[in-house]
């Protein structure tokens, strides 16, 4: 019973962590952007729920249509005016700029909402559970699980059959050829860079309401997204959700063994799947 609940536990984990991993995944894995800023962002979307919620009046599940709304305008604005040009042969360019963006960021934080932590709240369904063989199961997790397997299956159906996924795909393998065929890549980047943002923002809300944050906690969200890519494959999109499920129930599986090594073991999970298997348990499949 208590191996069940460990991994179903880690199960529903590691649905919030392919949701932290999504929109990176997109950057990385598609356009290959590193985006140290990825989980500022995800804080950042929280934060502007918080505005909406108390500032506007707007109930916390209303911040899962306005805030990926809003974040998905900042990301076409961001990577238009800015990220695009960051694209070069030398990666340490966007990892210089996007650790800019990460410092602003956190800081601007700090200097509105001070270092408390803060939760958003959905009333009773955010503490609602079932009961399956005996164990207890919440309703809110399971909804998150549910919409990351959704979110994944739209996203992977639009980058492989639809006009604006091939664009997508094509910016990022061969610029040039997308130039002859008069199409700005830089547009399409930007577009890319909103449907990322949107994730973001979906990200941010959810993870208001399953979870305490601060202005700090990009940095570690940004390392459970990483870590769910990696393991999962570079590039793909099915295997961001199986690195996150693995990652949430390595962690789980480490809680119940002591609580300080939740975190550790996870960590150890990504070094061996490093070691072992460098491009991932799902790699990347070419499309053609």
Avoid: C
């Avoid at 590691?14 to 356009?31: E, H, K, N, P």
């Avoid at 601007?108 to 001070?114: A, I, Q, R, W």
């Avoid at 700005?184 to 973001?200: C, E, I, L, N, S």
């Amino acid at each position: 019973m208590i191996i069940f609940e460990t991994l179903v536990t880690g199960v529903l984990i590691g649905g919030l962590y392919a949701l932290y991993a999504l929109g990176l995944s997109i950057l990385f894995g598609v356009m290959r952007l590193v985006n140290l800023a990825h989980g500022d962002f995800i804080v950042m979307a929280a934060y502007m729920g918080l505005v909406l919620v108390h500032g506007f009046g707007l109930s916390p599940m209303a911040d899962v249509i306005f805030v990926p709304i809003i974040m998905a305008a900042i990301g076409y604005a961001a990577q238009r005016t800015l990220l695009n040009y960051t694209l070069q042969k030398d990666p340490l360019v966007s990892v210089l700029v996007t650790f800019g963006l990460s410092i602003v960021i956190q800081n601007v934080l700090l200097l509105h909402f001070s270092a408390d932590t803060q939760k958003l709240s959905i009333g009773g369904f955010e503490v609602a559970s079932v009961g399956v063989f005996g164990s207890t199961i919440g309703l809110f997790p399971i909804l998150i699980l549910v919409l990351s397997i959704v979110l994944i299956a739209l996203l992977e159906f639009a980058l492989t059959y639809t006009r604006s996924g091939r664009l997508i795909r094509a910016a990022s393998d061969d610029v040039e050829v997308l130039s002859l065929m008069g199409i700005d890549p830089g547009k399409v980047r930007a577009y890319a860079g909103a449907v990322a943002f949107f994730v973001v923002g979906i990200a941010g809300v959810l993870m208001s309401i399953r979870t305490n944050f601060s202005p700090t906690d990009g940095p570690a969200r940004l390392i459970f997204a990483f870590e769910a890519i990696i393991i999962g494959g570079l590039g793909s999109l099915w295997g961001t959700l199986a690195g996150g499920i693995i990652l949430g129930i390595a962690q789980t599986t480490g809680s119940a063994v002591s609580p300080s090594f939740q975190i550790l073991a996870g960590h150890i999970v990504f070094l061996l799947v490093l070691v072992l298997r460098p491009q991932g348990l799902l790699p990347k499949i070419e499309h053609r």
